[in-house]
């Protein structure tokens, strides 16, 4: 069987919405053509609660790949939910999509609609329509990362007798992330599958695990704008029957990553630089590509940061390019000192969501918080959009109902 291996869609993500769809939609049309199933590995939405037309768009995308003949279709379920539909596209939920315990999420919405089958905590198997083949892909959504180890050793996945076995998952692994002992080692996964599938990490990686291939897709959309995506986005096809597996590219927006060093130049040497460099990239081509600039260096004596007048370049080159500029590393003599402070505050390659929970974590433990009590689950609740007094009720309400009883996952 031929499995089309996806991941981190992140449908809506506001900044290239339509990058988004379109190169969802790609990836999705290509996984139909080179396989006969399709795995997604979480984060196909980039909000926990999309609005109603990033739902549409998710619906159509989906709707459109249900009604194409599939040569497999789904043969049994274990866990919690059901198979609303037998084509055979699997999804987890990712960190993006995740809610609190028992509460519905979008993955699971398109599951219910039967547009793809939801296996966040399930086991289901994949059947060849001629019954040459059948396979068994073992989910498990993504989670806080302090609570992952909780949940495999409760949820206990474990591979069919018989058959291929895949177990897909959507977590940071310490072993390619190596900041925070929370992050599960790849050695920690479950023994005995034939592939193993990690999601939330953006860009293609290929490792083992237990001596069976550990791969991971990438995002199909830009996000985060780091120099690893500046290669190429799209998906892989495994064969199960070869074991063996290769990459397959969709178009992505070109992504830019352009250091500029300020070291020893006028504010106006630096616009010129910047120009410079903008017009170099775009000429001759006319894809609109994302350019991302990083200032570095310390300006000529006597300038200060705030002399460097950059607010009109995004717009004045908008037709040609998306402009960011990453002013953090520019410096002047008076700012040197501070910036450093921040800049040893921050930590490279760590998302927002969980730089937040350790700074959570870090008040917390100051004010002899019981540790116990979920302080990831806290921030989700903490960080909902929720009105303000709500929040706060709902915070509350968590902490007092988990001294009574410590949660259930
Ligand atoms: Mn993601």
Redesign the pocket.
Known sequence: MRIAIL??L?LGYERFSSDSYSQAAEALEKAYQSADAILIA??LF?YRHPKPEVLAEAINLFRNLSKKEFRAHVEGFEGRGAAYTGVPVFAIA???ERRSEGAAHAVELLGLAGLLVDISQARAVIAMDDGSERIAVSGVGGIADERFREVLHSLNPKPAEGMFNVFMF?QSVHDLLPFDNDYINIEELPQGFDLYID????NRVERECHGKPFLIPG?TVL?QLKDAEQEEKGFFVYDTSQNTFSFEKINSRRLVFADVDVSGKTPKEVRDTIMERVEKTISGREDRPIIKLVLRGLLMDGFKNIDVNLQDIPARYGKNAIIEIDRKGMESITSKASLDGLRNGTLDNVSVNDSGIKILKGKLEAYKYDMSISPSLLFDILSSDEKRENVLKNAIDFIDGSKAKKPEI
């Open positions: 991941a981190d992140h979480g984060d980039d990712g960190t993006h959507h999601g939330h990490i953006h995002s996000t």
